[in-house]
């Protein structure tokens, strides 16, 4: 089936630094990817919808200088949290989207869980 | 806009107990519903989906009816088995969501041999 990485699976940094979050699609070309933040006990927010080649399309009240995404190629989407504070700190996911699947069918990366200290 | 309403966990059963976990929805138009879950360490997949009103999605032994009368579309199975021990998630993907999945909190479902 089709498989989803994420880099780093858990990072701690210090405030005022950023981070870099890879998604890979490991055995397909993903036509989409897209970023999720979770917090515990609370259900999947999606920040974010990135094409390869294209700008990424922000949720409302996702800061897009704070949250770069950048989809270089059909197999790599990444995130980089800039100037990071304790607020940050969460959950992670991505998801790929394979073309011809049918609508909310996506696969998901295992998640990288970002502690700011 | 759309929001999605599971039962709060954690859910707790012995092994060959029957599972409902409730599942309750809010879409504009006729939205598709899903079902992921996800187990330990691991991403979201995939578990089942409907596409219309009394479409029965089923996968593994687990079974979901799309209730477009009670907006619902709740998870079941017959008989669990330790290997069900995971987080289950209830979605939806509509127009009015520009269709993007919408998600429910998650169920935690421990199942004890």
Known sequence: ?117 | GDSVTQMEGPVTLSEEAFLTINCTYTATGYPSLFWYVQYPGEGLQLLLKATKADDKGSNKGFEATYRKETTSFHLEKGSVQVSDSAVYFCALVSGGSNYKLTFGKGTLLTVNP
């Open chain 1, 1 to 117: 089936g089709a498989v989803v990485s994420q880099h780093p699976s858990w990072v701690i940094c210090k405030s005022g630094t950023s981070v870099k979050i890879e998604c890979r699609s490991l055995d397909f070309q993903a036509t989409t990817m897209f970023w999720y933040r979770q917090f515990p006990k609370q259900s999947l927010m999606l920040m974010a919808t990135s094409n390869e080649g294209s700008k990424a399309t922000y949720e409302q009240g996702v800061e897009k200088d704070k949250f770069l995404i950048n989809h270089a190629s059909l197999t790599l989407s990444t995130l980089t949290v800039t100037s990071a504070h304790p607020e940050d700190s969460s959950f992670y996911i991505c998801s790929a989207r394979l073309q011809g699947l049918g609508l909310g069918e996506q696969y998901f990366g295992p998640g990288t869980r970002l502690t700011v200290t």
